[in-house]
């Protein structure tokens, strides 16, 4: 099936992310049709779940052009099906009457970059965590370790404050 939607800004941005973070975790070129086939299948057993409300996704500035807000998609028949069933029961979450096609793109293209970023961040602080932990054995007087985990502090408070994590 071919669809094609108004989105906002925000989720033309999103959707660019999202291809950025796809191919960059994939190498190879992802479609806007592959980008949202792969977003639904991610997120799809998560639908129930999710606290839509709470959903918050960085992005970085990209060029989004006028013809970028009306996106042709070139779905299989079971995401279309998907995709409807989620605009069926989305406005139930949102506590809204109805929704459009665009906003459930919108949701689910966030909800699998929030999953993107919150992984990410995880292994960051995982990897900063590890590397703390090895300096502090006893061999390190409680200054030095106090130090290091100060440093480490810090490194952590830079890498939100430029939204890396």
């Known amino acids: 099936m071919n669809l094609q939607v108004r989105i906002s800004i925000d989720t033309a941005l999103i959707l660019e992310e ?8 994939m190498g ?7 980008v949202l086939i792969k977003a639904v299948n991610d997120t799809f057993n998560e639908w ?3 606290s839509w409300n709470n959903l918050s996704v960085k992005t970085k500035k990209h060029e989004i052009s006028d013809g970028a807000l009306r996106p042709k998609f070139s779905l299989p028949y079971e995401i279309e099906n998907k995709i409807i069933y989620f605009k069926e029961i989305l ?7 109805s929704v459009t096609l665009g906003v459930c793109i919108k949701y689910i293209l966030k909800l ?10 995880n292994t960051i602080n995982e990897i900063i965590e590890s590397s703390a932990a090895k300096y502090q ?4 007087s ?24």
């Open 18 to 25: 999202l291809k950025d973070a796809y191919q960059k975790s």
């Open 28 to 34: 190879i070129n992802f479609s806007k049709s592959d």
């Open 48 to 50: 129930h779940t999710t």
């Open 91 to 97: 406005p139930k979450q949102l506590t809204s009457r």
């Open 112 to 121: 699998a970059l929030f999953n993107i970023q919150k992984d990410k961040a």
């Open 137 to 140: 054995s006893n061999e390190y």
């Open 142 to 165: 409680n200054e030095t370790k106090s130090a290091i985990k100060d440093y480490m502090d810090s490194i952590l408070v830079e890498l939100e404050n430029h939204q890396f994590i």
